[in-house]
């Protein structure tokens, strides 16, 4: 996760290792959320969450209630969006080449 200003310098980087993950999404959804977590924590403006996974971007958008696999993740990232403004944004795995 890297949380920048609006110039694009780099307000802090962090990661973190999920020990029992079942797929590349679960891993995604994991890192909005705690994403999320740190952005209310060291900021105050608007949030633009940027993923290259359309699929973990839709639980943000969506106004349904997750049945899914993932939908205590789901609950959990809602929660998040109560307190601040984000703005989900799809980039293309390529520019998404700080993540991987």
Do not use: W
Request: aromatic residues 8%; hydrophobic residues 45%; charged residues 20%.
């Amino acid at each position: 996760m890297v949380l920048r200003r609006e110039n694009g310098s780099t307000i802090f980087a962090a990661y973190r290792y999920i020990f029992h993950c079942n797929d590349a999404l679960e891993a995604k959804i994991h890192a909005i959320m705690q994403g999320m977590a740190l952005a209310i924590q060291h900021s105050d403006c608007p949030v633009i969450v940027q993923s290259d996974s359309s699929n973990a971007l839709a639980i943000l958008s969506s106004d349904n209630l997750s049945r899914s696999a993932y939908g205590h993740l789901a609950a959990e990232i809602k929660a998040h969006l109560v307190v601040r403004k984000f703005v989900p944004l799809k980039v293309s795995r390529y520019q998404n080449r700080v993540a991987h």
